[in-house]
Every structure is written in C-alpha cells, then in structure tokens.
C-alpha cells in the first residue's frame, strides 16, 4: 500500500529550502574569504600602476638613476621598475609620499621633505603657469572642452628621457609629465552691473534688436508698439505702430535700411527706415509668429511660428521659399548662419532640429532635452551653439549637433540666451533672473535678479530677450516689468576682489 505524500504549499517549500540552506552554511556564516596571496599582489599592482601611472617616467635621483641603468638589476632599461617588483619610485614634492628617488616600500616610515635636486625637477617638469596660460589663451575651441585641458601637453616616452639624461641633456619637453586630464580652470570674467533703467513702454518688452552701426537699438512690446532708443543716450528717437498684437520679434538689416517685425496677429512685416513705412507683408503663418532671423549673407528672412512651422521668405519678392515642417509644436525660436547648417530652431516639443536651407528637410533632430526649448544662440567665433530650457542649458557642436555639455543650476523657464566673443554666456528666465556663465566651462560666475521698477508688482520681474550690443560692452534685457535694462562690465572688479569660486564637478557631462 503506498503511502500517500502530504501536500504543502510552495510558500512553505520555498522557506523549508531556505532553512535547510541556511543550516548547511550556517557554521561558515560572516567568516572572511580567505585571501589568495597571488590574486592580492596582482590587485595591489594594479592600484599602484594607476595611481603612480603618470609619474612613473619622471626623471629620478643620480643614486638611483645608477642602480637603474646598473645590467645586473633586474630592472629593464626605460627606467621602469618591473611589474613584479612592488617598488614604484615616486617623484614630487610633496611630504608624503617620500621624496624624489625614494622608493616607497614597507620599511619608508618617515617623511621626508624633498631634496634640492628633486625639487629642481619637480619645477622643469611643471607645466606652464596658470598666468602665461591665461595669457596666451584666446577662445578656447570645442576640441579643448572635449580634451579637458590637460591632454595636449603629451611627453616624450621614457625611453627618450632616460636617453637625454644620460647625455647630459635637460630637455623640457622630455620632462612635461603626464597630466591625468582635468577639468579646465574656468577663465575670469568681470561681473556685470546695472547702470541704466529705460522707461516707455506700456507693456511687457517682448524683444530686442541692436541696429548694424551700434547706434540705436530696437524694442518690440506687448502695447503693439516698436520703439528705437538711442544705444547711448538710452532716449526715445522714434516709435512705430502697425501691428494689432503683441510684437515678439524684431531683426535690423546689415545689407539693406529695413526693420523686420513679426507678432501674435500672424504678421511679419518689412520696414523701410528711410520712410518708417511698411514696405512689404509677408502672408502665410497661421497663427502667432513668436520671433525671427535674417540670414547674413542672402536676402532670406525666416520665421517661426505657433503652427509648428519655421518659413523661409525672400525678403524682396515675398515670396515663401520653404515651408520647414516637422516640429509637432509652437518654435519658439529661430536662428540663421553662413556655414551648414544655415537654420537652426528650437520648439515646444522638446527638441532642436538643424536645418538644410536649400533642401528645405530636416538634417538633424536633437531631442536630448526634456522640456520646451524658447532660447537658441551660436557662438560668435567658435563654431557652436546653445539652447536653454527648463531642465538644463546644453552646448552643441555644429554641423551634426554633437553634444558638449550641461549647464546646470539656472532653474527657470529660460526665455532667452545671449553669447559674445569673450565667452560669457547669459540667460535670462521668466522669474527675473540673469545668469552669467564661462562659456567654455561652464562655471555660473554671476546671478543677477534686478528690481522691478516701481509701481510693479514683485511677480513681474521676468526677463523675455537679451542682447549683447556690437561692441560687447553693454547687455540690453527686455523685461516684464515695460522696461529695458542695460548693464555693463563693473571696471572697480579685479580677480582679488571677485574670485573665481570654482569647484569641478565631475559627473556633470551627463548628456540629459
């Protein structure tokens, strides 16, 4: 008669396994693993060959230098000790580790301060100073920011010292050591400060244009209004009415005397500044055209819009050459250059995408942002650009869009960016702050969040556009408050004064 098996759940199996498990092993529970002395050695090796790595072919003291080229030591003729043999030469200045030439073993206890002959080393192989750097330094290029300034400085092989040593020879190059690569010092830029308030419109200031010979500069308002002022002066010189709906961008004509404005009643309008008469209309946009570009070297204009298209208009014959679609919301902002590719907008969707002018197609979509991008600006010089949104302002490399890298801690709807040639990047948000970035580092060396003017409430400090003038002395911020705020370069501050409080972070080249 068989024997009937009793039924249990698999709950109670699975914890029947567990005890038993647990009671087999319970006697070596929390004991150490024996240590294999092989495997130790090999993992004490590599933590010495990566953290002595780049000073192992730095020159060493006479006396060891001696024992180093000796045929009968065991060590190999670059002057590198073997990888068996556990005794790495440190060279440096520094207490501890020992001085230079002393080999850092068990039995080294005391520390040592160096010798003259090694701190007479240790001062031919420092790299230039931070000073003669600076110096010579004009705007850095992407490939710096990418190298994280340290690994052009590249020395001779060991081989090639140990043989200029023994010739008597002391080379710099041969002796420039191998820098692990850093993050490049931020450059110091002067802080900025407010010096003029200009009064006159009666609604937000919308946009800002500066006219070709940096003589005046152009504002367009939520009053319907657009307004010149004198750059110098700050004063009123003229105003022109046309538009029926807040104007949200204007550009002035480097080739020609005309003013282009665009607005929420789906305008775009051409301006003959001999006559401040509309000239021309540009038809097509089906609803709010939210700003616009000229292209520098051909007579095209392009807008964009809240119907999620960008269009490209021949300024003379009106004519709509390309319809760039693509964008699944509002482009907010649209920027033009001579090289590829010639048209670059930015869009509520979240993404940027680059554009091929005689084609009319998209060449590159970047998505890598996760809110609406309102702000693009390219570099002056470098072939580069930025784009600001919520989430982060990120740097790009043309002509594929490469990502640079994050500018992190402007936490606010960023409405607009502005660039000049000395490297500092501005961003202005709709909660009234401006922040000052080192373009090549992206280190956050000023905030700004300037008064309302009085009689305004406190909420309406917001920032919609800004610009640097022609000279890149002056920066013009269009404001919530119907104002036009104009700062310039503090010239009392030096780098005692206002220092550079620069902490690297390492983490921060996240692509997202």
């Given at each position: 008669m068989t024997e009937e098996v009793q039924k249990h759940s698999v709950h109670t199996l699975l914890f029947r396994s567990l005890k038993r498990t647990h009671d087999m092993f319970v006697s070596d529970h929390?004991?150490?693993?024996?240590?294999?002395?092989?495997?130790?050695?090999?993992?004490?090796?590599?933590?010495?060959?990566t953290e002595y790595g780049p000073v192992l072919h730095m020159p060493v003291l006479k006396e060891v230098r001696g024992k180093a080229l000796n045929p009968s030591d065991p060590s190999d003729s670059s002057g590198y000790l073997p990888a068996d043999d556990a005794e790495y030469l440190i060279t440096g200045t520094h207490p501890y580790p020992p001085a230079p030439g002393v080999a850092l073993t068990a039995d080294t206890q005391l520390q040592k301060m160096p010798s003259e002959a090694g701190v007479q080393s240790m001062a031919l192989a420092l790299p230039p100073s931070q000073a003669r750097q600076?110096?010579?330094?004009?705007?850095?290029?992407v490939g710096d920011i990418h190298r994280h300034a340290g690994g052009a400085e590249r020395s001779q092989p060991p081989q090639h010292t140990l043989a200029l040593m023994e010739s008597g020879g002391m080379k710099n190059t041969a002796l420039v050591p191998r820098k692990a690569p850093t993050m490049p010092k931020p450059q110091w830029h002067p802080p900025w400060k407010?010096?003029?308030?200009?009064?006159?419109?009666?609604?937000?200031?919308?946009?800002?244009?500066?006219e070709p010979g940096n003589q005046w500069f152009v504002t367009g308002s939520a009053d319907r209004t657009i307004k010149i002022w004198d750059l110098a002066s700050g004063k009123l010189k003229l105003s022109l009415t046309g538009h029926i709906s807040t104007v949200r961008g204007v550009a002035v004509s480097s080739r020609s005397p005309y003013?282009?404005?665009?607005?929420e009643d789906k305008q775009v309008k051409c301006w003959d500044l001999e006559y401040n008469k509309v000239i021309r209309h540009y038809h097509g946009h089906l609803s709010a055209v939210y700003d616009l570009d000229l292209h520098p070297t051909i007579d095209v204009l392009v807008t964009c819009s809240r119907d999620a298209t960008a269009r490209v208009w021949d300024i003379r014959t009106k004519a709509n050459v390309h319809t760039l679609t693509g964008h699944t919301n509002t482009v907010a902002t649209v920027k033009c250059q001579n090289s590829e590719p010639q048209i670059i907008t930015g869009s509520h969707d979240t993404t940027i995408r680059l554009w091929d002018l005689i084609a009319g197609k998209t060449r590159a979509t970047l998505t890598n942002h996760k809110k609406s991008v309102r702000a693009v600006v390219l570099h002056p010089r470098q072939y580069t650009f930025a784009s600001g949104s919520p989430d982060n302002i990120k740097q790009w490399k043309f002509p594929d869009g490469n990502f640079i890298q994050n500018?992190?801690?402007?936490?606010?709807?960023i409405n607009t960016l502005a660039v000049n040639s000395d490297g500092v990047l501005v961003s202005g948000a709709d909660n009234g702050t401006v922040h000052l970035w080192d373009w090549r580092t992206g280190y956050n060396f000023q905030r700004i969040h300037a008064v309302v003017q009085p009689g305004s409430l406190d909420s309406e400090s917001g920032i919609f556009a800004c610009v640097f003038d022609h000279s890149e002395s002056r920066l013009i911020t269009a404001?919530?408050?119907?104002?036009?705020?104009?700062?310039?370069?503090d010239d009392t501050a030096t780098e005692e004064t206002h220092p550079v409080n620069w902490k690297p972070e390492i983490i921060k080249r996240k692509r997202f």
């Open positions: 929390a004991k150490p693993v024996s240590l294999d002395e092989k495997s130790h050695k090999v993992k004490m090796l590599v933590k010495l060959r600076d110096a010579v330094r004009t705007a850095a290029s407010l010096y003029r308030v200009i009064s006159g419109h009666l609604g937000w200031v919308r946009s800002i244009a500066v003013l282009f404005s665009c607005g500018l992190s801690g402007h936490n606010a709807i404001e919530a408050d119907k104002t036009i705020k104009v700062y310039k370069e």
